[in-house]
């Protein structure tokens, strides 16, 4: 495959990074929820005055990057890394699709009313969906990145991914670790232990990494 051939992959990459780091917009406009402690997922509750902006974003970024990872695997070897790395990428791309279709109908973290309605299982089944698509989603993400940061340096290509990869696997893994922990902690009644950094911390790292890609992509061939 050629370089010319690859950068249409890079492209959708590329624009499927950008649109999933559309939350950052939260730092120039008033949006009500703290990003300290809040999910990132609430920006796009049904409640909310921008929830409308931040479905229609994932779901540009879904789209973009399910995608650009259908695109890949049509054209990559069947090698075990690049394949499971693609089909990670897949998934994640799918699974954002659905989370932006499956939203929040309220800010559990900054609503005691919506938070009590959701223990009680009194709030639409969306909040349900949206746990586990956001799950499947992270879950992808995850496979993604560590299955083609393996890829990167056992098959020697992409040489920006070989060579950041794999501090971004190590930083991905200790936010979602954080993540866990502050939602675990949430749920129990203890507060959200900065829950609302670490998952920024965590999404916003996929988005790097996403970004290393698109750039590994390309200036170098598909596989090699």
Do not use: K
Request: glycine share 8%; aromatic share 8%; charged share 15%.
């Amino acid at each position: 495959m050629s370089r010319f051939d690859s950068r249409p992959l890079a492209v959708l990459l590329g624009l499927g990074a950008a649109a999933y780091t559309a939350w950052v917009v939260e730092v120039v406009l008033w949006t009500g929820l703290d990003p300290i402690r809040t999910y990132v997922s609430e920006l796009a509750a049904a409640d909310q005055p921008l929830g409308g902006l931040f479905r229609a974003t994932d779901l540009a970024a879904g789209a973009l990057l399910f995608l650009g990872a259908l695109w890949a695997l049509a054209r990559t070897p069947r090698r075990p890394w690049l394949v499971a790395g693609w089909a990670g990428l897949a998934l994640f791309g799918g699974a954002t699709v659905a989370d932006s279709r499956l939203p929040l109908s309220c800010a559990p973290t900054v609503d005691p009313e919506c938070a009590a309605r959701e223990t009680a299982g009194l709030v639409p089944a969306t909040h349900t969906a949206h746990a586990w698509s956001s799950s499947l989603a992270m879950l992808g993400a995850l496979t993604g990145i560590v299955a083609l940061t393996v890829a990167a340096r056992r098959y020697r290509q992409w040489a920006p991914l070989a060579r950041l990869g794999p501090a971004l696997v190590v930083l991905e893994l200790a936010a979602t670790a954080w993540t866990l922990a502050s939602v675990a902690a949430f749920q129990a009644g203890r507060g959200t232990w900065l829950l609302g950094l670490g998952q920024r911390s965590q999404v916003l790292l996929v988005a790097i990494w996403l970004a290393v890609l698109a750039r590994s992509v390309w200036r170098e061939r598909l596989s090699v």
